[in-house]
């Protein structure tokens, strides 16, 4: 019986956490979120935004993060001092719930300390998103288009 309380416990603290974050009804929106989370240092909402199968290209050999904890994991590298990522969208093509999209970002991080200083990475991202459960969410995410 203690097992099945645990099991119960667990399941509804998952769905809980799902109930917490909106799931986006545009691409448009799903890149809103992103930034929002990424500026907040937001890991679980982070991970909301992918499908648990999704993909995240590390590197022009193609080396990849699998699953939302994986990637969650990578996106944590770049939430150093104070962080904000900007997104534009640049092209979006959808059929039906398949979207692709190419979108321009830039992620400013101030360090603090002593002498504050601002630095910027930029790239132009290809992503494949999916509608699926009632909200967008990458399946493929490709920040630096390799």
């Not at 080396?63 to 962080?83: C, W, Y």
């Amino acid at each position: 019986m203690r097992y099945i309380f645990l099991f119960i416990s667990f399941v509804s603290l998952g769905l809980h956490a799902e109930t917490l974050y909106p799931k986006p009804q545009t691409p448009s929106e799903l890149h809103a979120l992103f930034g929002q989370y990424f500026a907040n240092k937001d890991l679980e909402g982070l991970g909301t935004l992918f499908h648990q199968d999704a993909v995240f290209i590390l590197d022009k050999e193609g080396n990849q993060a699998k699953g939302q904890e994986a990637i969650k994991r990578v996106l944590e590298g770049f939430m150093k001092g104070d962080v904000t990522m900007h997104t534009k969208r640049v092209s979006i093509h959808i059929n039906d719930d398949i979207a692709m999209v190419r979108s321009d970002w830039e992620i400013m991080n101030t360090s603090q300390g002593p002498t504050q200083t601002k630095n910027a990475i930029q790239g132009t991202a290809l992503e494949v998103m999916h509608y699926v459960d009632g909200g967008w969410v990458y399946v493929i995410d490709n920040p630096n288009g390799f």
